[in-house]
């Protein structure tokens, strides 16, 4: 006899006869949550000459992207040639001013400018090299002193930044969540890659990847099982599940329970006729009588699973509601059931298998960070660029939402502040300190490299205009 299972609106499981199986298992059973690679812990010492040479590239690469090094080579050779040009009016106009005394001001402004465009070439070098080679004092100031460098930048950095107080006012005058949420919202208009700067962007990219991923995964599990054993979650799954009723969303959760009900059924529908055959007497299964109790039995039940779907005042789902508000209760109000609910999450926390599963979660969200890191306009696409544009324009339209997040940002920055800011200062000296010192002076130049040419530009302008203005007293005097 062939049993028509109620409807569905799926293929049902399959299962092996005799076995109850009680649907698939959780979303993602039998995948590895993550290689054994990713799952074992590597001991990483915290500076190392690796590392070191790492992030000197790091911050090579975005400052390249903000800095192009062809800028400040061209702004060498614009110096370079208004210092020759002058050097090459001074020759040429020596002895003129007997011919007009006009030349005699050219040639005064020239030699300053001379003067003052050495001057200032020496400078410039001295700061990242000692110039033309020779071994003069307080020359080379920058690779000479990084070690001093590096120790004045940790301890500006303490006394100026890492203060809490300090940390707390700057926070309190910044709209971070308003800020994100106007961000996120016009990303659907493609400013989300423009505001975010490309070498931003790819400076957080290779910080995601320079850090150990198992110990930062361990930080974040440890952190999250932290805030969730302090969660007190049973009240809220109670004012959720009133939530959901409130507004009848929990209809289409009874559905689901029934559409599983006649699954479970119809893969175990040959080990119900098992044991009621067996519990069957002899002169039944004589008379074939068994059967068709079985017959009835599985019929009734598909009947009353069909009944149930279809008819929403059915007797069961009115049982199947006063049980959900039952539950709801005894969530909020009752401290025995909450306390069963904070056992279980406890040992679902201590769970290994959780553990592994959340090294594959993070592992996939560290890559997908990554990815949307290398490739802003990404977020800006398809649903997600929606969820997101949605998410974005609710927080910037919700005054109250923000204030909440500000508060939580404000206070996570002064807790990392008072917490690792000594770290914070200890790795940026070690780390200044083990950086190379060519490849330091000349990121450092090329940062600022334009900007040293154009004190080279206006010293000989400068310059020339002092040798004017003294060629001029002279002439009056």
């Known amino acids: ?60 690469a975005a400052v390249a992207l903000a800095n192009p090094p062809d800028t400040g080579r061209q702004m060498r050779m614009v110096a370079t040639a208004t210092l020759a040009l002058m050097a090459c009016i001074f020759f040429a106009t020596r002895g003129a001013e007997a011919v007009h005394p006009f030349w005699g001001f050219v040639h005064a402004f020239s030699e300053a400018a001379m003067v003052g465009g050495l001057a200032d070439w020496f400078a410039v070098t001295a700061l990242f090299r000692k ?37 707390a006012r700057r926070m309190g005058a910044m709209n971070i969540a308003g ?4 961000m996120l919202a016009e990303g659907q208009k493609g400013a989300l890659g423009s505001r975010v700067g490309a070498g931003a962007a790819e400076l957080f990219a290779q910080i995601l990847e320079s850090l150990d991923p198992d110990r930062l995964g361990t930080q974040v599990r440890t952190g ?11 009240p809220l799954l109670g004012r959720m599940l009133d939530s959901m009723m409130a507004d009848r969303r929990h209809l289409p959760l009874i559905d689901s329970f029934v559409k599983w009900g006649g699954l479970t059924l119809e893969d175990n529908e040959q080990l119900l006729r098992d044991m009621i055959q067996q ?15 079985a017959n009835s039995v599985l019929d009734g039940l598909y009947r009353l699973l069909a009944e149930v779907l279809v008819d929403q005042e059915h007797p069961l789902r009115a049982k199947a509601q006063e049980g959900l508000e039952q539950l709801a209760n005894d969530l909020q109000h009752d401290p025995e059931f909450q306390a069963k609910v904070e056992g279980w999450k406890r040992e679902l926390l201590d769970n290994p ?62 807790g990392v502040t008072t917490r690792y800011g000594e770290q914070i200062v200890r790795l940026v000296s070690e780390t200044v300190k083990r950086w190379d010192a060519s490849t330091i002076t000349s990121r450092i130049e090329n940062a600022v490299g334009r900007d040293l040419q ?24």
């Open 279 to 293: 519990r069957a007497n002899a002169l039944l299964r004589f008379t074939g009588l068994d059967v068709r109790i």
């Open 179 to 182: 800020n994100v949420g106007s």
């Open 454 to 477: 154009f004190i080279r530009i206006n010293g000989t302008l400068v310059g020339g205009l002092v040798g004017v203005a003294i060629h001029t007293l002279d002439k009056i005097l």
């Open 1 to 60: 006899m062939t049993r028509k299972p109620i409807p569905t609106g799926g293929a049902p499981s399959e299962s092996t006869p005799g076995k109850v199986t009680h649907g698939k298992g959780l979303p993602g059973e039998g995948t590895p949550a993550a290689s054994g690679d990713s799952l074992t812990m590597r001991a990483r010492p915290l500076i190392d000459d690796e590392q070191v040479r790492l992030d000197a590239e790091r911050l090579a």
């Open 131 to 167: 110039p033309l080679g020779l071994p003069i004092p307080h020359t080379a100031i920058i690779p000479e002193n990084k070690d001093r460098i590096a120790d004045t930048m940790a301890a500006f950095l303490q006394s100026n930044f890492l203060i809490p107080s300090v940390v």
């Open 353 to 414: 298998a959780v553990a592994e599963w959340w090294q594959g979660v993070w592992e996939r969200m560290r890559h997908g960070m990554i990815r949307l890191a290398r490739e802003p306009d990404a977020l800006s696409k398809g649903m997600v660029g929606e969820a997101l544009a949605e998410a974005g324009a609710a927080l910037r339209d919700d005054p109250q939402m923000q204030r909440q997040i500000n508060r939580f940002a404000r206070r996570t920055a002064v």
């Open 224 to 234: 999250l099982k932290t805030q969730f054993d302090r969660l007190e979650i049973a």
